[in-house]
């Protein structure tokens, strides 16, 4: 069975950093993709970033562009997101999810695990 549980969330002033991570078990987890997805209180569940099975492509969400970077560490089968600058509209449950296939990919439907989501608050 596959588990994908994240941590790291917390509460944070506008401008500064957090590190979610989210760690995989259950499955070969350096052969997927995975990806992170946030929502936000009466608002869809959004993309935000995607890395490859091998770290060699990722993909980011304009809004977070230059700000957060994902990366990966396949011997700990952990996948991290790494959110500077951080902004109140930054504001969200934050979804770690594991692909369908090798490749990134921005759209949902390609990820075929989630995780149960972690709380991040940026306050003002």
């Known amino acids: 069975q596959v588990q994908l549980v994240e941590s790291g969330g917390g509460l944070v002033q506008a401008g500064g950093s957090l590190r979610v991570s989210c760690a995989a078990s259950g499955r070969t987890f350096s052969s997927y993709a995975m990806g992170w997805f946030r929502q936000a209180p009466g608002k869809e569940r959004e993309f935000v970033a995607a890395?490859?099975?091998?770290?060699?492509?990722?993909y980011y969400a304009n809004s977070v562009k230059g700000r957060f970077t994902i990366s990966r560490d396949n011997a700990k089968n952990t996948v991290y997101l790494l959110m500077n600058s951080l902004k109140p509209e930054d504001t969200a449950v934050y979804y770690c999810?594991?692909?369908?296939?090798?490749?990134?990919?921005?759209?949902?439907?390609?990820?075929?695990?989630w995780g149960q989501g972690t709380q991040v608050t940026v306050s003002s």
């Open positions: 890395i490859s099975w091998d770290g060699g492509s990722t």
């Open positions: 999810a594991g692909g369908r296939t090798r490749r990134a990919s921005v759209n949902p439907s390609e990820y075929v695990y």
